[in-house]
């Protein structure tokens, strides 16, 4: 293990107990992709309501024009409260997409996601198996602004937001995708199982092969679990190299 792993897996309360075997640097973001799963806002037939069109308009933009319709964005009531939008961060190839609830009060004052506390967790787990939001990770939220005071989400909310996340996600076309809290983890697989019982299973959205974990201000307030979510990573990076394995060699 180098001893930037070893710094990063202290810093997360975890060394020497767990260790990624088989992950490494060259490993993660070589080789190609598989085709980009079927968007589900994608609609054959002529949009009929508003909301429809609107889906389907999003659907069809570009990075540059998602990006510019999300900071103008009044769908749902959070615009009103919101300092900026968060559109989320990181490298838009990327072959890892970790997607968490919403901003908080440090995300919607400086525009990106898990900054603060909760985001140098997060940053010290990607880097124990060498991975990045400066170079090979995105990272985005189901909600692109903040909901006032930190409440739950509203599910009116999320209906709004989700063509948002959704297009991010056709564009990235990632390979793996971590959902990370409840509420991510269950707004992606439509469900209302726990975390508990959804961790150390592959899931899929959309095709995508997903993987659960818990959120990192979650893990924050509850140290135990930390051993928990490295196991998750683990399986994630196993997953990673078993999807890479199963790639046909290149001609
Ligand atoms: Fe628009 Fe999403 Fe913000 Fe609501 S949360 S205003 S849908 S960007």
Redesign the pocket.
């Known amino acids: 293990m180098s001893s930037r792993r070893e710094t990063m897996l202290r810093e997360m309360g975890l060394a020497p107990l767990w260790k990624s075997r088989g992950a490494k640097a060259g490993t993660i973001g070589a080789g190609g992709k598989p085709p980009a799963p079927p968007g589900s806002f994608v609609d054959e037939d002529p949009p009929s309501t508003p909301s429809v069109a609107r889906e389907a308009r999003i659907a069809r933009m570009d990075w540059t024009a998602l990006k510019a319709a999300?900071p103008a964005?009044?769908?749902?009531a959070?615009?009103k409260s919101?300092t900026q939008?968060v559109f989320g961060v990181g490298d838009e190839n990327a072959d890892w997409l970790l997607v968490g609830e919403a901003p908080g009060a440090e995300e919607d004052q400086k525009g990106e996601p898990f900054v603060g506390q909760a985001g140098k967790l997060l940053d010290a787990m990607l880097a124990a198996i060498d991975l990045s939001r400066d170079t090979n990770v995105y990272i985005a939220n189901v909600?692109?602004?903040r909901p006032p005071a930190n409440r739950n989400p509203d599910p009116s909310?999320v209906a709004?937001?989700s063509p948002?996340l959704q297009r991010q996600i056709d564009l990235i076309k990632p390979r793996l995708i971590l959902a990370m809290g409840r509420f991510a983890v269950q707004t992606l697989l439509g469900t209302e199982a726990s975390i508990a019982s959804l961790r150390g299973k592959l899931h899929a959205y959309h095709g995508v092969p997903l993987i659960v974990t818990y959120h990192p201000a979650y893990l924050l307030r509850t140290l135990p679990d930390k051993a928990k979510a490295w196991q998750d990573l683990v399986f994630a990076v196993r997953t990673f190299e078993g999807l890479q394995a199963r790639e046909p060699a290149p001609t």
Do not use: N, P
């Not at 964005?73 to 749902?76: H, K, S, V, Y």
């Open positions: 999300v964005c009044t769908a749902c959070l615009h919101r939008t909600l692109k602004c909310e709004q937001c948002h």
